[in-house]
């Protein structure tokens, strides 16, 4: 546990917590992009450049805009003075501190997980881009697809609805 | 405790709070970005076990999140685009508000 | 001796950081490569603006700052002094903290970028195993910035400005990042200095740079022209249309904080440049062989300062665009010819040596564009436009 893991797991962790409990909503996209940016780099500190770099280019670059722009369209960003959480609440973070306590009961107690550290493992891009074309082919492929369908299906549930139907 | 440790420990955190913000806000688009903390956490928990466990040079771990980053991706412009319809319909992005079915 | 002065900057860092204790050494390298890239393309920023409003000046027959300074050339230092004691002033319904966090969240990935840029032999910060895509991750994060800057304002030009500017970004980045796939496809490393070493070399005096083969030649052109949209740079300075938006997303910035988007504009102007020029203009070898004698950095910021004055140029002479035609033109121009371009390259790269690839490869990013071009204009009356002077 290095210094540097701590902080930035700190400011994940705290940010991840603002952007759940703000009561402004752009605010709270904001503080989930801090969160993205934070785990970027916890990825960093982990050997996973490429991914790292992925997830700063596919979250902060695209899916934080999405979410902003969402906000903007359904006048979620005017603050009101309801509640901001549903009735009920209690149960949802009651399940949440449950689901915590056991996993990391679980993480702490458990006898499989490796002691020591192993040796930091070196992947390029380049065996990255090798395996993309041939281990992995079939996936990409899928994931070409469901881009592909979630792209058009996107724009056609968005698109405004035309004159005389409901 | 270990480096993996920290990790799992710090990616159970994570999709703990996803998890509350997910069930207990009450707008739409907050519950879209508790479940992308969700998936994140999972996402740590891959590279942390792709960095600290047993893997023989495989780039297995790796390959799970590159694919998991683009369905989430998917995910979050499908998912925004059913509240922006949502919206549209029924003129709010609250989930207590969306009772019926029936449009 | 030319090696040395070639080398002359690595190896005064090396010097440098070789006086301090081993634990420090990551540090002090890191401080010395940042000092230097702030220093020199500040003072490149510095210059530029200057440049720029000269050169305006010139294409539209008036002479442009020239009070201060031999021939008004040091104009930049009054303007900084004045962006520096001006009022510092908030809107009063401003979301403060986001307000004020925007101008920094814009600053720093554009300087971050630059950590990946050879700008000259051994000389990058950092030698990233992804470069290019640890440069795009940094570009993208600004978009987030301009959204901060324009939705904290609360003020309905700014909001507009920042919409467009995120919009037109989003839809430049496509083209962008699919121009230099090309050159990924061709060099198969996403290392900035392994693109930079697969350029070097000669056929017979001319150098072996990509915008010298067919689909280079049209990725350079479609990456310029998305380089110049993704930094907001006229014709394609919708977000900031002063006829029409006041100044778009920082419409209610003063002082310095309107200064560093200045700044940060320009320093994304000249990575984006950076990384054409690694991309497709060879880097920092030399245009010709028989000039290789002369420092490798000064090749680079000759063709850095050539492309600036192509953007000053375009800047001086193309009108803006509607906002409808640049969506347009990314969409339905931009797009598939990045697309087609890839397949020219794939061609280029299977069909090996010989003339019959130079061919095959011209007819393929010459054909579509023709075609595009037509069926893009079919419907518009395009004729020739008569002007009436005021005689």
């Known amino acids: 546990m290095s210094p540097v893991f701590i902080i930035l797991a700190l400011v994940t962790f705290m940010a991840a917590a603002a952007a759940m409990t703000l009561r402004h909503l752009v605010h709270c996209a904001l503080a989930m992009a801090v969160s993205f940016v934070g785990l970027a780099a916890i990825y960093l500190q982990l050997n996973a450049q490429f991914v790292g770099f992925a997830q700063v280019l596919v979250y902060v670059g695209a899916v934080a805009i999405l979410i902003v722009f969402a906000i903007l369209l359904t006048r979620s960003g005017e603050v009101s003075n309801d509640s901001i959480v549903a009735p009920g609440w209690v149960w949802g973070v009651g399940m949440a501190v449950v689901i915590f306590a056991v996993i990391g009961w679980a993480v702490l107690n458990s006898p499989g997980l490796p002691v020591e550290a192993a040796e930091a493992p070196e992947v390029t891009v380049r065996q990255i881009g090798n395996d993309l074309m041939t281990r992995y082919v079939v996936p990409l492929e899928v994931v070409g697809c469901l881009l592909t369908a979630a792209l058009i299906g996107a724009v056609v549930i968005a698109l405004r609805d035309r004159e005389g139907e409901p | ?103 | 001796m030319l090696e040395t002065l070639d080398q002359i900057f690595v190896s005064m860092k090396h010097w440098a950081v070789g006086l301090f204790p081993d634990m420090l050494q990551p540090l002090v390298s890191g401080a010395l490569s940042v000092a230097a890239i702030i220093g020199v393309f500040g003072a490149l920023f510095a210059v530029t603006t200057i440049f720029e409003r000269k050169g305006l000046g010139r294409i539209q027959n008036r002479p442009g700052p020239n009070r201060v300074g031999p021939g008004g050339f040091l104009q930049f230092l009054p303007d900084g002094i004045k962006a520096l004691i001006k009022e510092d002033f908030v809107p009063q319904a401003a979301d403060k903290v986001v307000h004020f966090l925007a101008p920094v969240v814009f600053l720093i990935p554009v300087l971050l970028a630059y950590a990946v840029l050879p700008v000259g032999r051994n000389m990058s910060a950092v030698d990233f195993d992804a470069g290019i895509l640890f440069f795009f991750a940094a570009g993208a994060s600004t978009e987030l910035a301009v959204f901060m800057a324009g939705w904290s304002s609360r003020n309905k030009y700014s909001l507009l400005g920042a919409l467009r500017a995120i919009a037109q970004m989003i839809s430049y980045e496509i083209p962008l990042i699919l121009a230099s796939v090309t050159v990924i496809m061709m060099v198969g490393s996403l290392n900035l200095n392994a693109i930079v070493q697969a350029q070097e070399g000669y056929h017979w005096v001319l150098p072996r740079w990509f915008v010298l083969t067919p689909w280079g030649f049209a990725g350079f052109f479609l990456f310029f022209i998305a380089a110049m949209a993704e930094s907001n740079r006229s014709p394609f300075d919708l977000p900031e249309a002063e006829s029409e938006l006041v100044a778009g997303y920082f419409t209610e910035y003063s002082g310095f904080k309107f200064a560093l988007f200045f700044i940060a504009e320009y320093f994304g102007m000249f990575a984006v440049s950076g990384l054409a020029i690694t991309l497709f203009l060879g880097g920092w070898n030399a245009p010709l062989s028989f000039l290789t004698w002369v420092p490798s950095y000064v090749w680079f910021f000759v063709k850095l300062i050539s492309l600036i004055f192509l953007f000053i140029w375009v800047r001086g002479t193309v009108p803006r665009l509607r906002m409808d035609q640049l969506m347009n033109f990314a969409w339905k121009f931009m797009l598939p010819m990045a697309l087609i371009n890839i397949v020219a390259a794939a061609v280029w790269h299977y069909m090996g040596g010989g003339w019959t690839r130079w061919l095959v490869c011209t007819l393929l990013v010459v054909g579509p564009y023709v075609m595009l071009g037509q069926a893009l204009l079919e419907h518009k009356q395009v004729s020739r436009r008569t002007y009436r002077f005021a005689d």
């Open chain 2, 1 to 103: 405790m270990t480096p993996l440790q920290g990790c799992l420990l710090l990616s159970a955190l994570l999709f703990a709070v996803g998890f509350a913000g997910a069930v207990s806000r009450r707008n739409a688009i907050l519950a879209l970005i508790g479940i992308e903390l969700m998936l994140n956490a999972a996402n740590l928990n891959f590279i942390a076990f792709w960095r600290y466990g047993e893997h023989g040079g495989g780039t297995g771990g790796l390959m799970f999140v590159v694919f998991a980053i683009a369905v989430a991706a998917a995910e979050a412009a499908v998912g925004l685009a059913l509240i922006i319809a949502l919206y549209r319909h029924l003129k709010t992005a609250n989930l207590d508000e969306v009772k019926g079915l029936k449009g």
